[in-house]
């Protein structure tokens, strides 16, 4: 029975990889063509990725847009947590409730929503658009990553600094602040590996104006396969292990999504 299990998780682990490894062949075969396994090894594709303006371009854009939705959703997401925290009034439990919606509802919803509403407001076509609707629609991870946080923290050192005469500002900036400060920053990392891959919104908000690196990848394929597409994929791969790896140095990532590690 153990066998028979290990070879089904072998599978699945097959599988997952599969696709990794047969976009990596592609990346650095020294074929025009995509074809795998490659006859002879290149970096060609990805010195193509990394000096054609029009890469560069879309690359800077995607980052640009993942840093500033990582802002606005940490931010907001901090914001709502911390009144709930402090008051638990009923509109700060509303608001939360509210900021769980974007994951509940098909994307391709939330892209017509938002194309919609941002073609009424005048911005449709506008790098403003997406980053904002990356910023609020992704808000549900960090506002549930950083309400651990704030579940985490104790009466008695809140207590602590109040009885020192603490304002509640000076609370939150030199106590609260960063006993969560993990918890933004898993929250923000998240959102920004989110935002970078995303393509069905940008796409419908403002695709055709302000070409992200997942809407240049696709608008390159409707034109013939590239090798440099793959390379391009590529780099979703080292962006998304860099950012993880980053935050395993700084945080418990296990501890952080709720999971305790065996002693």
């Known amino acids: ?3 028979l299990r290990n070879a089904y998780l072998w599978l699945i682990a097959a599988m997952l990889i599969a696709p990794f490894v047969i976009v990596l062949g592609v990346s650095i075969g020294a074929s025009k063509n995509i074809s795998f396994p490659p006859e002879a090894l290149s970096l060609e594709w990805y010195t193509e990725l990394l000096t054609e303006s029009e890469w ?10 993942a840093l500033c939705a990582g802002i606005i959703s940490t931010t907001l997401a901090l914001a709502i947590n911390y009144v709930l925290w402090r008051t638990g009034s009923g509109f700060a439990k509303l608001t939360f409730a509210l900021g769980l919606g974007p994951f509940l509802l098909p994307p391709i919803i939330l892209a017509l929503g938002a194309s919609l509403f941002w073609a009424e407001v005048g911005w449709y076509g506008r790098m403003e658009a997406t980053i904002v609707s990356h910023g609020v629609f992704f808000v549900t991870l960090p506002l549930v990553i950083i309400a651990r ?5 104790t009466d008695e050192v809140v207590e602590a600094a109040q009885t020192m005469g603490a304002t509640p500002m000076q609370v939150f900036r030199t106590v609260v602040l960063p006993l ?3 918890y933004v920053l898993t929250g923000f990392t998240l959102v920004a590996i989110i935002s970078v891959n995303e393509y069905l919104i940008a796409n419908m908000i403002s695709g055709f104006v302000v070409e992200t690196l997942p809407i ?32 395993s140095r700084v945080t418990d990532l296990v501890a952080l999504f709720g999971t305790e590690k065996d002693e």
Not at 149 to 153: E, K, W
Not at 216 to 227: A, E, L
């Open 216 to 247: 240049k990848i696709f608008n390159n394929v409707r034109y013939g396969y590239s090798p440099v597409v793959a390379a391009a994929s590529m780099l979703f791969v080292v962006l998304t292990v860099t950012g993880l790896l980053i935050l």
């Open 180 to 182: 969560i400060a993990p």
């Open 1 to 3: 029975m153990t066998s």
């Open 56 to 65: 560069l371009l879309a690359i800077g854009r995607s980052l640009f847009i």
């Open 149 to 153: 946080g704030f579940a985490a923290l």
